[in-house]
C-alpha cells in the first residue's frame, strides 16, 4: 500500500489491463447493473445536478425522465449512499445514446458544449475509481465491473493504466501534485515489479 497525503493507494501500479490505483479484485453481486450506480456528495453534487438538470433536460429519453420524474434526480442506496436513479436496473438516467449505441454522460456533453460549466458529479467522473473514507484517510480504489471489460481490453492494447486513464478527474480531486506523485509510485511499483523486487503490497511505502 501507498501513502498519499491522506489518501491510501493499495496498488500504485499494475500489469495492463488491470488498476493503477486499485483494491484487490471485487466480484460484482448478481445485481451488478443495480448496484453500480454513482456514488457523489450528497449536498455538493445535489446542488449542483440541481442547476444543470433543466439544461441537460433536452438530452435526457423519455424513459430516464419518468424515472426521474417518480424517483427524483438522486436516491439513497441501501447502504446510505447518494446514487444516481437507474433506468430499468441498467444504466444511469442521465446516461445518453449515440446512434451507434455508444453511452454518454448528459452532463458533461453539456459541458462540452459550453452550455455548463460543472463536468459532473466527481465521483461519476473517477470511475472506475472510488473513494472510501476510512477513520483518517481516504482509500482509493478500482472497482472491477463487467460491464467495463471492452475499455480493459482497450487499455491492454494501448499500454494504459487505471491511474493515467483517469489522471483528470484524480488531478481535479486531489490536484497535481498529488497526481506527479502517484505517477511516481506508479513507476516504482512497475520497476520492482519488473525486476523481481520487493512486494510492495505488504505494507505502506
Known amino acids: 500500500m501507498i501513502l498519499i497525503d491522506d489518501t491510501l493507494i493499495y496498488r500504485p501500479s499494475c500489469s495492463t489491463g488491470s488498476s493503477a490505483a486499485t483494491s484487490r ?6 445485481a451488478w447493473k443495480a448496484k453500480a450506480a454513482p ?26 425522465l419518468a424515472v426521474i420524474e417518480r424517483e427524483g434526480l438522486h436516491v439513497v442506496d441501501a447502504d446510505g449512499d447518494h446514487v444516481t436513479p437507474i433506468v430499468n436496473g441498467k444504466e444511469c438516467v442521465y446516461a445518453t445514446f449515440d446512434a451507434d449505441g455508444t453511452a454518454k454522460c448528459a452532463f458533461e456533453q453539456a459541458h462540452r458544449a459550453g452550455e455548463i460549466e460543472w463536468q459532473k ?3 461519476c467522473h473517477l470511475y472506475p475509481i472510488r473513494l472510501t473514507p476510512l477513520k483518517d484517510l481516504t482509500a482509493v480504489n478500482y472497482h472491477q465491473w463487467p460491464i467495463c471489460g471492452g475499455a480493459v481490453s482497450c487499455g491492454i ?3 494504459l493504466s487505471v491511474l493515467q486513464f483517469c489522471k483528470s478527474s484524480l488531478t481535479r480531486r486531489f490536484g497535481e501534485a ?7 509510485a506508479e513507476r516504482e511499483w512497475r520497476q520492482a515489479t519488473e525486476k523481481g523486487g520487493q512486494d510492495l503490497s505488504s505494507g505502506p511505502a
Open 25 to 30: 479484485p471485487v466480484k460484482a453481486p448478481a
Open 39 to 64: 456514488r457523489w456528495h450528497p449536498r455538493r453534487n445535489s446542488a449542483e445536478v440541481e442547476a444543470a438538470f433543466p439544461i441537460i433536460r433536452k438530452r435526457l429519453k423519455p424513459d430516464s
Open 121 to 123: 458529479p466527481i465521483s
Open 157 to 159: 492494447g494501448l499500454n
Open 178 to 184: 498529488w497526481f506527479a506523485e502517484a505517477t511516481v
